[in-house]
């Protein structure tokens, strides 16, 4: 293995585990032949019954974003995935940086009241990592139904209501999802 692939590695793996330790974010990494697939689409990611996607993409790359439902009991923990797979035809040299995922919160009247990198300790770094055609990068994350718009609302939690949640890549690639509509009830889930 060259020096250069070892030092790329490093950073990755300190990338990791700096962002699991600062965020509660899990990353995953999905050679072509493990990525769940549906139907023949390249790059496409298996949707079980009753599981919420949204995706976007920039032609070379796709971002799907996962939700493991759409109606949660308010201050229920919203889980979420996100992956970003090359959905072209070759490699391509994927950049990390220490924002790779990143997720928003609007509540009804079409307001941010959450961003997951808000008062985040973000990393800063750039790795290149060959990403084959199909392969994939995924990273979980929960929303607690907490607001973090500002400093004086950060922590504080959300009301029952409608709320879209929209999954990005960071600035290097500006990929966002379509919106995820959930609703957050006061007793209890309903359509879950």
């Known amino acids: 293995m060259s020096e250069q692939k070892k ?3 490093l950073a990755i793996v300190l990338a990791s585990v700096a962002i699991i330790l600062l965020g509660g974010v899990s990353l995953s990494f999905f050679p072509a032949q493990q990525t769940p697939k549906s139907n023949s689409e390249p790059g496409s990611i298996l949707q079980y019954p009753n599981q919420p996607l949204a995706s976007g993409g920039n032609g070379n790359l796709e971002l799907t974003m996962t939700l493991d439902k759409t109606s949660y009991s308010l201050g229920e923990p919203v889980n979420l995935t996100l ?3 090359n959905i072209s035809s070759q490699t391509i040299n994927f950049t990390h940086t220490g924002l790779d995922f990143d997720f ?3 509540n009804g009247t079409n307001n941010v009241v959450y961003q997951w990198s808000n008062f ?10 060959p990403l084959p055609a199909g392969d994939s990068i995924s990273a979980n994350f929960t929303w607690l139904q907490t607001c973090n718009f500002n400093a004086q609302v950060q922590g504080e939690p959300v009301s029952s209501g409608t709320y879209n949640i929209i999954g990005q890549t960071g600035p290097t690639y500006g990929i966002q999802t379509t919106p995820i509509q959930i609703t957050i009830n006061i007793g209890g ?3 879950a």
Request: glycine content about 0%; aromatic content about 14%; charged content about 10%.
């Open 7 to 9: 030092k790329i590695i």
């Open 120 to 129: 985040q300790a973000i990393p800063q770094f750039i790795a290149i990592e």
């Open 83 to 85: 992956t970003i797979t």
């Open 189 to 191: 889930n309903f359509n």
């Open 104 to 106: 928003q919160v609007y």
